[in-house]
């Protein structure tokens, strides 16, 4: 847990925001907008109005992933910024959401709209199966 504290206020260092001034404005809204489910993340991004971004390893998304993510390790997310939509709210993905909220707060400290995957990717795996996932690849193919 330290080392991932020292991170995070490493990233706010090198950012517009501290990690300190988050902690200061975080409140129970932020609370609220940090997180979303698979359900309301899915509809969003057939709007056009999300980014996936799934932060896995690259070992861990060679086995499975998800056609439509845009695969970006935690640990080469500082070099890749600039392959993210600022103009959408980035949703960061992982199996359960530990790393995806840390990729959060980053983003967030860099100036992105993001957001973390509360199910993850097993709870997304979870709902975009049988009739959900034959729907979505319906107007996925429309776009």
């Known amino acids: 847990m330290k080392r991932i504290l020292a991170i995070l206020l490493f990233a706010g260092s090198l950012s517009g925001e501290t990690f300190d001034h988050y902690l200061k404005r975080f409140d129970y809204n932020e609370r609220t907008e940090m ?7 899915v509809e969003l991004y057939k709007m056009g109005e999300v980014e996936f971004v799934d932060i896995r390893f690259k070992e861990e998304q060679a086995i499975w992933s ?14 890749r910024l600039n392959e993210l939509d600022k103009n959408k709210t980035i949703v960061t993905v992982c199996p359960h959401y530990d ?8 983003l967030t400290l860099k100036g992105f ?7 993850g990717l097993i ?14 690849i319906e107007e996925m193919k429309k776009r």
């Open 99 to 106: 790393r995806a909220e840390m990729a959060r707060i980053f």
């Open 35 to 41: 997180k979303i489910k698979s359900l309301e993340a």
């Open 113 to 119: 709209k993001s957001r973390y995957l509360t199910d």
């Open 66 to 79: 998800f056609p439509f993510m845009k695969m970006i390790p935690l640990n080469e997310l500082p070099d």
């Open 123 to 136: 709870g997304l795996a979870g709902y975009l199966r049988g009739d959900e996932a034959k729907e979505f």
